[in-house]
């Protein structure tokens, strides 16, 4: 199982809703990642859990909640966004976080539309 | 800092035309260098990658050479396909946890 899994696909939600995206993984990673990617603009990072503990937060507003209750699932947790909020939002792994030449594997995103 | 430069697109070819892709980093210590495919409406695939200087990654017939050197990590393709027609993402990865990725590069291949 080389996958990494999100749920759900298409999302819309209004600024005063509380949604959670989903990600899974079954390949043993230990990094787990969120990005955040606009159109026609490459991935942006938002958050790296390395070995379950949140890593790296590249000064995400606190509207974006991340959580990893164990090693094979990710969540973003929602509250208050606002419409440029509205992107494509990525999850993916990599096997080791320490090393630096293993690769991420992307899930296949959850389209938010916030109205 | 760490960073990628990759061409700006979009790159319209005919196909069956040779592609190439540039792809320079800078980069501290020796970061294993990727490239990343985004087909319409579907999350990041990783197309290959290298993790060494001289290091060939090979796949679905693209080729790209770490190449210290130039600091580079060019795209090729001997003739490409319409299926082939995707956002084209080169990317460093680093002890720092973080892959960072260039702007992209929006290939169109016409029949």
């Known amino acids: 199982d080389t996958e990494v899994t999100q749920t759900p696909k298409h999302l819309v939600m209004g600024m005063t809703n509380k949604k959670s995206l989903k990600c899974e993984q079954h390949m043993g990673h230990r990094a787990m990642y969120w990005y955040k990617q606009k159109a026609k603009k490459p991935p942006e990072l938002m958050f790296v859990y390395s070995y379950e503990k949140l890593s790296i937060n590249e000064s995400v507003p606190s509207r974006f909640s991340p959580e990893c209750p164990n090693s094979s699932l990710l969540n973003l947790h929602l509250h208050a966004l606002q419409p440029e909020d509205s992107a494509l939002y990525l999850c993916?792994?990599?096997?080791?976080?320490?090393?630096?030449?293993?690769?991420?594997?992307f899930g296949q995103g959850t389209r938010l539309t916030v109205v | 800092g760490n960073s990628v430069t990759q061409m700006e697109g979009p790159v319209t070819l005919s196909e069956e035309a040779f592609l190439t892709i540039n792809c320079t980093y800078t980069a501290t210590g020796y970061p294993s260098l990727f490239w990343y495919v985004q087909y319409p409406g579907e999350g990041l695939q990783l197309l290959l990658k290298a993790t060494k200087a001289d290091d060939k990654g090979s796949n679905k017939g693209f080729e790209a050479t770490y190449r210290k050197e130039t600091t580079s990590f060019h795209l090729e393709k001997g003739s490409v396909q319409v299926s082939d027609s995707a956002v084209y993402f080169c990317a460093l990865g680093h002890r720092d946890d973080k892959i960072i990725f260039g702007k992209g590069t929006r290939l169109h291949i016409l029949p």
């Open positions: 993916a792994s990599s096997q080791d976080p320490r090393g630096q030449d293993t690769e991420a594997f």
